[in-house]
């Protein structure tokens, strides 16, 4: 499903760029405070729209399970795989 979604939410994000509510080079942190926690202080959207962000590829189904707050709790305490971003790419549902 994440894949599917993946054009829909690009496209809704240039549409924000394009009303100058969002930048490519834009860090997460400041959309998102929260998502800074282990070293994710350094992502753009830009770094998420293009899988380099340094995120696994997938996390666990259980993330999900207790509901749409705790998911993002979950997905904020995630560590990057790649400490380096930007560095490399990897196919991420997460992003």
Do not use: C, W
């Amino acid at each position: 499903m994440a894949s599917l979604t993946k054009p829909i939410t690009y496209l809704a994000a240039l549409m924000l760029v394009e009303r100058g509510l969002l930048n490519l080079a834009d860090l997460v942190t400041r959309h998102i405070p929260d998502f800074a926690a282990h070293g994710k202080q350094a992502i753009t959207i830009q770094h998420l729209l293009t899988h380099t962000s340094g995120l696994i590829a997938d996390n666990a189904l259980s993330d999900y399970e207790q509901g749409h707050d705790e998911a993002l709790r979950r997905i904020y305490a995630l560590r990057p795989v790649e400490p380096e971003v930007g560095k490399r790419f990897i196919y991420s549902d997460v992003n």
